[in-house]
């Protein structure tokens, strides 16, 4: 169930939440594809957004086994596990039978897709996206690999509408933010998003900038850059929150102490899948962070 998504006061945190808003076409799969190849889909995923993109076109009946990052929907996860995306087994996979997996680009290792497709297994590797025509190029293959073009054109034509009326919001903010997306905060120097990231490139749709952009990636960040970047906000998913023990200290970390955010306790904490994947949730996380950036209602809330 959706949880509240509470504005920001000093020392407080902005938990930006999934709004289930995935868009399940009502059409089975065995309208597109031909009867016997319907009958006998065995689908495995092994990478979350696919996954999502996979229920959103409503064929989520042949989907047989998910990887470990694949958790959303809720349903996704009570699915036979097959483990880690870049961390395959051959084993667990062909343990369900499958006729087809659909994967990251970046999933492996090679030599395990190699025994899937020698086993018959017929392997796609679906291209990363960190823009929003990417993500629309991205269901388009997984709905062209599906059968199930049509379904895939209305996804995409919700999906463009939606971004529509968060452009439209944010071009009512007054000034762009720099914003510290943290990967990681451990005992050694934090990992920060630089230039070219899945990362950067959501703050930017939300309105935001990048406050260490002089790097490619995500990279060990020092305490002096973090506290000469002048961030206004930190960005950190779940997880990151929680290993480190909770916001309160996040924030007691000196790099961030000397930052704007740290003084005003301005942290966004966001669902990992849902601010990175870059799935058919694109526009309701561009949304909410941009709510969170700007104190504007999101328009998909």
Excluded: W
Excluded at 273 to 300: D, E, I, V, Y
Aim: zero cysteines; a neutral charge.
């Amino acid at each position: 169930m959706p949880r509240s998504t509470p504005f920001i006061a000093r020392r407080t945190v902005r938990r930006v939440l999934a709004v289930i808003r995935l868009a399940v076409i009502p059409v089975s799969l065995s309208a597109s594809l031909p009867a016997s190849a319907a009958d006998h889909a065995r689908i495995v995923v092994a990478g979350g957004s696919i996954t999502e993109i996979v229920y959103a076109l409503g064929a989520q009946a042949h989907l047989v086994a998910v990887d470990s990052t694949s958790q959303y929907p809720e349903h996704a996860t009570t699915l036979p596990g097959v483990g880690y995306l870049r961390a395959l087994s051959a084993e667990p996979i062909l343990a369900m039978n499958p006729t087809l997996l659909l994967a990251d680009s970046d999933a492996g290792p090679p030599a395990v897709l190699d025994q899937l497709r020698a086993a018959g297994t017929r392997v796609l590797l679906v291209p990363e996206a960190k823009s929003p025509a990417a993500v629309m190029e991205k269901i388009r293959f997984v709905a062209n690999a599906l059968g199930r073009v049509g379904a895939g054109e209305r996804l995409v034509g919700e999906l463009s509408d939606s971004l529509a009326a968060v452009n439209a919001m944010v071009a009512d903010a007054e000034r762009a933010p720099p914003v510290l997306f943290l990967l990681s905060v451990g005992r050694g120097a934090p990992l920060a998003a630089g230039r070219n990231t899945s990362a950067e490139a959501m703050i930017g749709l939300a309105g935001g900038r990048n406050a260490l952009a002089g790097f490619d990636d995500y990279k060990p960040a020092s305490t002096e850059a973090i506290a000469a970047s002048g961030a206004e906000f930190v960005l950190v998913t779940e997880r990151t929150a929680e290993l480190l023990g909770g916001v309160d200290a996040l924030l007691a970390r000196p790099e961030l102490a000397a930052t704007p955010a740290g003084r005003n306790g301005n942290v966004v904490v966001m669902d990992g899948l849902l601010l990175l994947g870059f799935g058919p949730r694109l526009a309701t996380a561009a949304g909410q962070l941009a709510s969170a950036l700007h104190g504007l209602n999101s328009p998909l809330d």
